[in-house]
């Protein structure tokens, strides 16, 4: 079946970094973008970054010149480098893969939660 496994989450101060990942297993992962969403208490989810199988990349604003997604396709693996990491930035992060041509065939990770807090 369809796996995806979010790592690297944590407690961060202010202005530090943090490396997520995810492991997608049971997909053609060339065939799919790979997101990374957000979702803060009270908050709906949002898109924070994506990437397509070419490499093209997008962004929410908020995030523009501090986040950098990536994706190996060799090791079916997202990652997504947050630096200079906000209060604001705290949220539970979710991997997303959504298929290419077929856009019905979403699969969501279990979630990992960032804390930015001093």
């Known amino acids: 079946q369809v796996q995806l496994v979010e790592s690297g989450g944590g407690l961060v101060q202010p202005g530090g970094s943090l490396r997520l990942s995810c492991a997608a297993s049971?997909?053609?992962?060339?065939?799919?973008?790979m997101g990374w969403y957000r979702q803060a208490p009270g908050k709906q989810r949002e898109l924070v970054a994506a990437?397509?199988?070419?490499?093209?990349?997008n962004y929410v604003d908020s995030v523009k010149g501090r986040f950098t997604i990536s994706r190996d396709n060799a090791k079916n693996t997202v990652y997504l480098q947050m630096n200079s990491l906000k209060p604001e930035d705290t949220a539970v992060y979710y991997c997303?893969?959504?298929?290419?041509?077929?856009?019905?065939?979403?699969?969501w990770g279990q979630g990992t939660q960032v804390t930015v807090s001093s």
């Open positions: 997303n893969a959504r298929h290419t041509v077929f856009p019905a065939y979403v699969y």
């Open positions: 049971g997909i053609i992962f060339s065939s799919y973008v």
């Open positions: 990437v397509h199988s070419d490499g093209i990349t």
